[in-house]
């Protein structure tokens, strides 16, 4: 299977017109780890929800990826959030495999 960081060498990540979503296209599907993402950018933002295992509360990161500027859980972040952030984005892309995710794009106008 392919993974997901595969297909992103040509995605310019600064792109503030970007908008969509990406996540597993069934609830059944983890990580390697048994975690759950969903990866959400609109606009320089980016959210990453994430579940550690199944019955585990959900953590939000809201991440303004411009200014490096991190929320969690809606409480402002620091360099330890931010730092946290970017480890579990890197686990997305380069463990999530291509076959168990879902894209939603907007509607184009």
Request: neutral net charge.
């Amino acid at each position: 299977m392919t993974k997901l960081v595969n297909y992103l060498e040509k995605i310019d990540f600064e792109d503030k017109s970007f908008i969509g979503t990406i996540a597993f296209r069934s609830e059944e599907l983890t990580l390697p780890d048994g975690s759950k993402m969903a990866l959400g950018i609109d606009d320089g933002i980016w959210v990453l929800v994430y579940q550690k295992k199944a019955g585990a509360p959900f953590q939000v990161f809201e991440c303004d990826w411009p200014a490096r500027k991190i929320l969690l859980d809606k409480k402002v972040g620091r360099a330890e959030e931010l730092k946290l952030f970017k480890k579990l984005l890197r686990q997305f892309l380069s463990q999530a495999h291509v076959d168990d995710l879902v894209t939603i794009l907007p509607p184009q106008s």
